[in-house]
Nanobody, 116 residues
Framework: QVQLVESGGGLVQPGGSLRLSCAASGSIFSLMGWYRQAPGKQRELVATITSGGVANYADSVKGRFTISRDSAKNTVYLQMNGLKPEDTATYYC????????????WGKGTLVTVSS
């Protein structure tokens, strides 16, 4: 059974930092990513990373967020620096099935709140 479990969310002041983790089990993945959904808005891509370490970022987080992965631990991370109130959202880990990419796995999400 494939599971993606996020952790690391919380309340942080503007300008602060958080590090999110997503531990995967039940499979390995070529591509993993982070998405977020703010209240009343659609879910949007934050960042993705391939098994080879090639990263892709949404324009809104470039230069502030860094995605990385530890293949030995089957875990992907999102280091978030310079957080802004508009980064407030539930952050979800995402990974397409390595054999059937049309099957997408999602974690349950972790809430990040940026507020003073």
């Amino acid at each position: 059974q494939v599971q993606l479990v996020e952790s690391g969310g919380g309340l942080v002041q503007p300008g602060g930092s958080l590090r999110l983790s997503c531990a995967a089990s039940g499979s390995i993945f070529s591509l993993m990513g982070w998405y977020r959904q703010a209240p009343g808005k659609q879910r949007e891509l934050v960042a993705t990373i391939t098994s080879g370490g090639v990263a892709n970022y949404a324009d809104s987080v470039k230069g502030r967020f860094t995605i990385s992965r530890d293949s030995a631990k089957n875990t992907v991370y999102l280091q978030m620096n310079g957080l802004k109130p508009e980064d407030t959202a539930t952050y979800y880990c995402n990974a397409p099935d390595i054999l059937l990419p049309s099957i997408i796995y999602w974690g349950k999400g972790t809430l990040v709140t940026v507020s003073s």
